[in-house]
């Protein structure tokens, strides 16, 4: 069985958390299998990426991989925060998977970005005491702000999301609501799936992936120490065009973002 559906970013904006509930739900599955990854370790199929890193290793090797497990669940997908950004991926969905409804999660993009920061050099890709995150503003560091700005260019990609599939088949969820009441978000996005919504599942008031309670900050505690109120100010005017579009878009206030 090839996915029906896939939530397609942003990461930092609970994905994981989504990811492990809907293992729980008993109408929807979700890849849960460790594979291999191409250091040889295994890992968690939490973000997939199959759309842009393994296409070429063909649709059938996709749905062997990560949906062997289908039981007849109404609701098959998968997690890949890249698909949002990579236009090639879209194009690659909607020719493969042409009903498929796709999912996102929008969240504060100055969060997002300082949170992509930390988990990154809380994985070891960034020595302790360098690459501090303002660095990501410096005229030379394009690629750190490909990596931990531009994802935030919600309005752009949504725009491009749109080109591939219908408006009806897209759902954009808001971390705001999240953190309000998540059953409610919850609702949204089990509705959209055409799956039951008055459910009770263990994971849904738990907090996983990073950070969390037994795991909040970057050895240096770069999430407590924050940023400056001038790089903030700088973040906000970067950001602040395509976070009026998407509240345009999406018909509520975002100005708390900006």
Request: net charge negative; hydrophobic share 40%.
């Amino acid at each position: 069985m090839l996915p029906n559906f896939l939530h397609i970013g942003v990461a930092k904006g609970a994905s994981t958390w989504l990811w492990t509930v809907y293992q729980e739900h008993p109408d929807i599955c979700v890849p849960t299998k460790k594979v291999v990854n191409y250091s040889g370790k295994r890992t968690k199929p939490d973000n997939v990426n199959f759309f842009v890193a393994d296409f070429h290793l063909g649709l059938e090797w996709y749905e062997k991989t990560y949906f062997s497990e289908w039981a007849g669940e109404k609701a098959v997908g998968e997690f890949s925060n890249s698909y949002m950004v990579d236009e090639l991926a879209l194009q690659r969905i909607a020719e493969s998977l042409p009903d498929v409804k796709l999912t996102m999660t929008v969240r504060n993009p100055i969060d997002v970005a300082l949170l992509q920061y930390a988990t990154q050099k809380r994985s070891g890709r960034w020595e302790q005491g360098k690459n501090p995150f303002e660095e990501v503003l410096d005229i030379h560091a394009w690629q750190r702000f490909r990596m931990w700005i531009v994802p935030q260019y919600y309005h752009l990609h949504l725009t491009r999301v749109l080109r591939y599939v219908p408006r009806d088949r897209v759902l954009v969820l808001v971390y705001d609501d999240l953190e309000k009441d998540p059953r409610s978000f919850l609702n949204q996005a089990f509705s959209f799936l055409g799956v039951e919504a008055d459910v009770d599942l263990p994971s849904m008031g738990k907090v996983v992936g990073f950070p969390r309670p037994e795991d909040p900050d970057t050895p240096e505690q770069d999430l407590a120490k924050g940023i400056s109120e001038d790089l903030r100010e700088r973040l906000r005017q970067i950001f602040a065009d395509q976070t009026a579009k998407l509240a345009d878009f999406l018909g509520r206030d975002l100005s708390h973002w900006t």
